[in-house]
């Protein structure tokens, strides 16, 4: 579990240690370092290696994913190694550190998950609340909004928030409810830190978020309630992630957007999500590579950027269909471990948190390596539930 934690703090917080360059110059060496020790324990704590790669879909998925991605490195003359240092390394390895620690004790794992990202979520909240704009590798940074958190920007945040009150609402709900008061003041103290930072992407996932808990206390009064809420799943929040997707993207220029009171331009998003959108037509079989960056004129001005506020966007522009078909594999594997999961409460907070996280892409960015952490806990977790018939029957 030291382990664990070690490797986490290494591959979700490397801009952390940028601020000291004496510490950021060694950080890729001992990240390294961390990987080979992962795989000695893979090795020992696995046992049958074999078993590892037959049964392990979402990695393979993740492989192919990574394979795809440097093939079009390698044709777009783009930093093969580069991409494989912050991309593709970390996110193996955040699937292997699930794959083999949620088999050796999954409610020890949890836990440690949760306490975790609950310490990182805090120390984020708490630099928005009572250390004005701290954010530590934007240390130089003198703006009078809190946009930076204490490990990154605010849209960063919601990855330390959701990746704190996922774990400990299925640990809380699955082996001890006493832990559902910190999850609830966990999920209070990080709507204020949002509301504070005014970043309706997080404000809407921690409501969401408080709500759940209610709908899950309501469901164990009522079993009549469970049923009606049962055909809300990842699955059907997924639809609805592509329905607001083509409705914002597709059919933003439409004129309904301002119908209801929303900027139809996305905060100058349209004209970024046209210039990747047209920039795509040009390399649509494989994409154009990890940080392609492009210029885009918004409101008058040209910014130079690599990301496109957009997860779905963002995969297809940098590794093109296969790697969105890939993707869409992957997407797939999680939906059907989830769905395998007996427990109404645990499966339904799982998706439905999992798709506003998804959903909070449609117009924001986030790390990929934190996609497949949320991506694993709804394929591992599930199915080593199952396996050790620790599934409540519902």
């Not at 992962?38 to 879909?57: G, K, N, Q, T, W």
């Not at 409501?207 to 469970?226: H, K, N, R």
């Not at 439905?352 to 709804?378: H, K, N, P």
């Amino acid at each position: 579990m030291i382990l664990l934690i070690v490797a986490l703090f290494f591959i979700q917080t490397p801009y952390f240690f940028s601020v000291i360059p004496a510490i950021s110059s060694i950080t890729f060496y001992v990240r390294f370092v961390v990987f080979l020790i992962l795989a000695i324990c893979i090795v020992v704590l696995h046992r049958d290696i074999r078993s590892f790669f037959r049964d392990e879909l979402l990695l393979w998925g993740c492989a192919g994913w990574g394979i795809t991605l440097c093939i079009s490195m390698i044709i777009n003359d783009k930093t093969l190694g580069y991409a494989c240092k912050e991309l593709i390394l970390p996110s193996l390895v955040v699937l292997m550190l699930f794959s083999v620690f949620s088999q050796v004790n999954v409610r020890k794992f949890l836990l440690v998950l949760f306490l975790y990202y609950l310490t990182m979520n805090t120390l984020n909240n708490a630099s928005v609340l009572f250390f004005h704009n701290t954010g530590i590798w934007l240390w130089n940074y003198a703006e009078s909004s809190p946009e930076y958190v204490f490990f990154s920007h605010v849209n960063g945040g919601i990855t330390c928030g959701l990746n704190s009150i996922l774990p400990g609402l299925i640990y809380s709900w699955y082996y001890d409810r006493r832990w559902n008061k910190v999850n609830i003041i966990n999920i209070v103290y990080s709507l204020y830190g949002a509301i504070i930072a005014e970043c309706v992407v997080q404000i809407v996932a921690y409501i969401v978020a408080g709500i759940l808990i209610i709908i899950c206390y309501l469901t164990e009064c009522s079993p009549g309630f469970q049923k009606l809420l049962k055909w809300i799943n990842l699955k059907t929040i997924m639809i609805f992630n592509l329905l607001v997707f083509d409705a914002v993207i597709v059919l933003g220029n439409t004129g309904w957007m301002e119908l209801i009171g929303i900027d139809p331009r996305v905060h100058g998003r349209r004209e970024l999500w046209d210039q990747v959108l047209t920039s795509f037509i040009d390399h649509p079989i494989i994409g154009q590579g990890f940080i392609s960056w492009f210029g885009v004129e918004i409101y008058g001005k040209t910014y130079y950027l690599w990301h496109q506020h957009s997860i779905y966007l963002q995969i297809l522009y940098e590794t093109g269909l296969i790697g969105a078909a890939i993707f869409v594999f992957i997407f797939g594997v999680s939906i059907h471990s989830l769905g395998k999961l007996k427990n109404f409460s645990v499966r339904f907070i799982t998706g439905v948190l999992t798709g506003v996280f998804f959903l909070s892409m449609v117009v924001d960015t986030c790390e990929r390596t934190e996609i497949f952490l949320l991506l694993a806990i709804c394929y591992y977790i599930p199915m080593y539930l199952q396996r050790r018939n620790d599934a409540i029957q519902t």
